[in-house]
Structures are given as structure tokens and as C-alpha cells.
DNA sequence: AGCCAGGCCAAGC
DNA sequence: GCTTGGCATGGC
């Protein structure tokens, strides 16, 4: 289904790219790409913002300082993105696993309670530059608007669509992700706004 | 003032 | 196997 790429090389056309995952001076960008794709679960980036800057003032946004801080005072300083009593504990164990495995796989970081594939796939593409695509529930909505998918696809089922569409490459997996969540954040909104909708393949609008 | 945000897990059918 | 409720803050 060519359609599928041609949505990302017009997305990219209009919003140009977007070279995801800003790392703060001075950081260690495998470090705050994992703790940023655990903090944003389900939560605003702003938000995630904030307990970044936490941990940067903390001196704490590297793995060592991760496992060894307290686990109260760790919750305190991710509180703003919410959900802190579980982020809190999986951000331990990422930091964990991290110091102790040389090559990450998907089924470590799975392993890690607080970690589901999309978290997982964020890690691996963002951090790690492994060709796995992150779908969401942005890309799902997305692609069923436009009429490719089914409503209740599986994360799996969704994933494969996609990377059968499109060429193997981790600089467009990231960008494309990243585009399309720009994309829904924007237009392809709860209530999308399809008047502002500027790409030619959406055949198949839901007002 | 409610709804939403770059999910995940455990419990219950 | 699929559905549901809980988790929590900040912005609009």
C-alpha cells in the first residue's frame, strides 16, 4: 500500500522534519530519550518537560544516579508527569537493566514492568537506532480515518502494516512517527479538523 | 469544569 | 483472548 508512504513524504513536505527527541545541553541522549518515552505515557510533553528539568537540576538524569536515588525522592521529581508511583519504580528498573546488558533487546525492555511495546519500540528507535516503527494511538486513529484499517487492530497488526508500506529506514521511521503525531496533535484532532487538512490521500473524511 | 495527553498492567469476563 | 478500571498531573 504506497498510499501509506505517500501520506509521509506529504507530511513531511508540509511540516519538513522535525528530528525528534530535543536532548538538553549536555545530556546523555540515550538516558533522556528512555526516561522521556516512560514519562510521556499517556501524558502531555510539557508535562514531561518539567520532571526532565527535575532531574537535570538533580543531577540525575543518568542511570546510576536512577537506580541509586530514593525512591520518595524520585517520585518528587517526576511528579508533574504524572502517574509517578509507577513511572517512578519502572524508571529504576529501565535504569537497571541499562547498566547492566551491553545490547538491549525488545524483549528486555518488555520485560521491564512499566514498559509496553510502544514505550519499547520508542526506546529502541529513538535511543538505541533500531528499525522498530512506533505506533500510537495517534497513527491508529490516523490510518483509520483514512480508511486503511480496521477500528480494533492489534499494536502488532498495525506495526507490520505500516513497515510493509514503507522503505526500512531508521530516519524515516523517525520522522514519520514524529510527523504524524505533529500531524494529529494539529488537524487530525478528537474532533478533527478536516477544513485545515491538507493532504490529498484523506479520501475518506470523518467529520 | 470537564476533557485530554506520544500507555501499561491486573482483574474480570 | 478481549474489555475495563485505575493510575495523576497540568493545560486548555
Redesign the pocket.
Known sequence: MMLIFQVYKELLKYYGYQN??PVHEGQNRIVE?SV??VL?????????E?SLENLISANCLNFECLVDIDLEVL?NLI?????????AK?LKELSKLFLSKENIEREDL?A???????????ILL?ALDKPYF?T???TK?LFYRMGFIKE?I??DELQSFITESIPKDIDIYKEF??LI?KY??ELC???PKCGGCFLSCNFKKVV
Not at 511528579?79 to 508511583?85: A, E, L, V
Open positions: 525528534w527527541w530519550v522521556g518515552a510521556t505515557q499517556n501524558t502531555s510533553w510539557s508535562n514531561v518539567k517520585k511528579k508533574p508527569s504524572g502517574f509517578y508511583n509507577q513511572k519502572t518488555l521491564v514492568k512499566g514498559i509496553g511495546k510502544e514505550t519499547a519500540d520508542s529513538y512506533v500510537d494511538s495517534y486513529r480494533k492489534s499494536y512517527h514524529a503525531v494529529c496533535k484532532t478528537k474532533k
